[in-house]
């Protein structure tokens, strides 16, 4: 069990390079372009406890994975910023924080009753959400592909929305919230995400050409593909044909 534990640990950290090479390092909220309205929306709950639960969706590649942890890394450092250099941040950033849950991006499954995997629901339940914060006063729990939570998984963890602990916070994210169950969606607050105007996208990634831009149409889910040799091999093979 420990050793999975690990493995996730390593695939973060791997996620969060890989997820770098296509934005521009976000460490707090105040640095989302393109978003005025989940901007607005996350920025006004810096000051004060975010609900228990926050949706976030939209098309993949406009910011909300990046977003939903800058959100979480400036609630959970130190001195409030998001400063990248603090003990929390460091933790954060190398995923090693005890406050902040990251689930992988496979299926979520509702797990053993009696002895349940990591990174399914009843694991979350019976070895996180029961006990208060190890650091801070709130927990951050982030489903990047809530879509994924298989139907006894999330009827389990609505349970847990009826009635949610005070020390815990849970951030879906989703293309549609139509993925969701109405029961979930109710009980949320939505953080819409809308395909980025192409100045933002040139501004975030200036290596891009004009047509590659209209291949990305507002989005930067492509980009990596876009820098890669295959991408380029295509590209010759199509220009000699």
Not at 104 to 115: A, H, M, Y
Request: hydrophobic share 40%.
């Amino acid at each position: 069990m420990q050793r999975q534990s690990n493995f996730y640990r390593q695939i973060v950290v791997l996620r969060r390079v890989f997820f770098s090479l296509r934005f521009n390092a976000m460490h707090n909220i105040r640095e989302l372009q393109g978003q005025p309205i989940a901007s607005r929306i996350l920025e006004r709950y810096l000051t004060r406890h975010p609900p228990p639960l926050l949706i976030f969706h939209g098309p993949d590649g406009t910011g909300k994975w990046s977003a939903a942890e800058a959100f979480i890394q400036q609630q959970l450092c130190d001195v409030g910023t998001g400063c990248g250099v603090c003990p929390a941040c460091r933790k954060f950033l190398k995923g090693d924080h005890p406050d902040y849950v990251r689930f992988p991006e496979g299926r979520v499954l509702i797990g053993n009753e009696d002895d349940p995997e990591p990174f399914t629901i009843r694991w979350l339940l019976q070895t996180r959400v029961r006990y208060t914060p190890f650091s801070g006063s709130l927990r951050y729990v982030l489903f990047p592909r809530a879509d994924l939570i298989q139907h006894e998984a999330e009827t389990a963890l609505l349970k847990t929305l009826e009635e949610p602990p005070e020390h815990t916070r849970f951030l879906l994210l989703v293309r549609d919230p139509g993925e969701l169950k109405p029961s979930i969606l109710s009980r949320g607050l939505e953080v819409p995400f809308r395909l980025l105007p192409t100045t933002v996208v040139r501004g975030l990634d200036a290596n891009l050409a004009d047509e590659d831009l209209l291949l990305l149409g507002g989005s930067l889910h492509l980009a990596p593909f876009l820098r890669s040799p295959l991408y380029r091999k295509m590209n010759e093979l199509i220009e000699n044909a």
